[in-house]
C-alpha cells in the first residue's frame, strides 16, 4: 500500500504565500505523475496542476502564473508554492500520485486533504 501524508495548508491572508508538501511512503517502485487537486465547499474537485515523472508541469488557467508545482523523486514528495493567494483558493488541497508498487499493479493513491483558507 502507499500513503500520501499532505502538510503546510493553513490561514493566509489575501496576496499572501503558502507552500504545500505532500510525501508519498510505502511499497512504491515507481511514481509517475503527482498533482495537486482542491475541492471548495459546494464545488467539485478541480485540477490545480500536475507534474510528470519528466518534471513537464500544467496548471490550471486559474492559478497560473501565481503557483508553483515541482517534486523531490529522492524524497517521492510533491510541493505545491502558492503565492499571491485569492479568498477563491480557499478549499480543501488533495495531492495524488500514480504509482507502480509491483509488476502489475499500477494505482492513484489520494492524499487526506489539507484546508487552505484565504481571508480578504
Known amino acids: 500500500q502507499v500513503q500520501l501524508v499532505e502538510s503546510g495548508g493553513g490561514l493566509v491572508q489575501a496576496g499572501g504565500s503558502l507552500r504545500l508538501s505532500c510525501a508519498a511512503s510505502?511499497?512504491?517502485?515507481?511514481?509517475?505523475?503527482m498533482g495537486w487537486y482542491r475541492q471548495a465547499p459546494g464545488k467539485q474537485r478541480e485540477m490545480v496542476a500536475g507534474?510528470?515523472?519528466?518534471?513537464?508541469?500544467n496548471y490550471a488557467d486559474s492559478v497560473k502564473g501565481r503557483f508553483t508545482i515541482s517534486r523531490d523523486n529522492a524524497k517521492n514528495t510533491v510541493y505545491l508554492q502558492m503565492n499571491s493567494l485569492k479568498p477563491e483558493d480557499t478549499a480543501v488541497y488533495y495531492c495524488?500520485?500514480?504509482?507502480?508498487?509491483?509488476?502489475?499493479?499500477?494505482?492513484?493513491?489520494w492524499g487526506q486533504g489539507t484546508q487552505v483558507t484565504v481571508s480578504s
Open positions: 495524488n500520485a500514480d504509482v507502480r508498487t509491483t509488476i502489475l499493479r499500477r494505482d492513484v493513491y
Open positions: 510505502g511499497s512504491i517502485r515507481t511514481i509517475y505523475a
Open positions: 507534474i510528470d515523472s519528466g518534471g513537464n508541469t
